[in-house]
């Protein structure tokens, strides 16, 4: 009997081999990327008003604070706190004493810094480039990391992590290995 003319189509070892190689390929880089992408929620008004209102109730007045600070292009940095009765006592900055009228690495300077960039980043969101990205600890409203992530020139992004948080009255209240 002959062949009724229909095409046959057989696909070549290699072809099903190159095909197989291409779906491992972007199952793999969407795996990667589900791993390594960052889980940073966006940071809004409402979001940093509540956790500033949790701080504010129930943030202890005395207390030692550890930043580690990013900024593009640049070696970490390493900022020390001490507050009490909410002032701040001593702060240094990179092992050096730093002036304590500035008090923009206390938790209440946190609040206001990120109240700031966020005020600044409406201004200019027509020039795009810059998203504010903030995770805080639920119970007492600490902020744990405050991520300034930009591309417009002539600005860097700079990353604010918690590295310790202790109290002397209660002790160890977060450490950079909890969240």
Sequence with gaps: MQDSGAARTESSPLLKLLLLIAVLCIAACILIFSLLADRTPVLDLQVLQAQRALWSEHGP????????IHVDRQQESLATVSVRNGKL????????????????????????????????????????????????????????????????????????????????????LLSAGQP
């Design 89 to 172: 006592v001593s702060q240094t900055y990179n092992g050096l004493p730093r002036p304590a009228r500035d008090d923009s690495y206390t938790i209440k300077g946190l609040f206001r810094t990120m109240e700031r960039e966020l005020l600044l980043a409406e201004e200019t969101k027509s020039k795009g480039g810059t998203v504010l990205k903030a995770a805080f600890d639920g119970p007492l409203g600490i902020p744990l990391v405050f991520k300034r992530l930009t591309t417009r020139q002539g600005s860097r992004s700079c990353i604010i992590s918690l590295r310790q948080l202790s109290s002397p009255e209660s002790g160890s």
């Design 61 to 68: 007045e005395d207390y030692d604070l550890s930043l580690s």
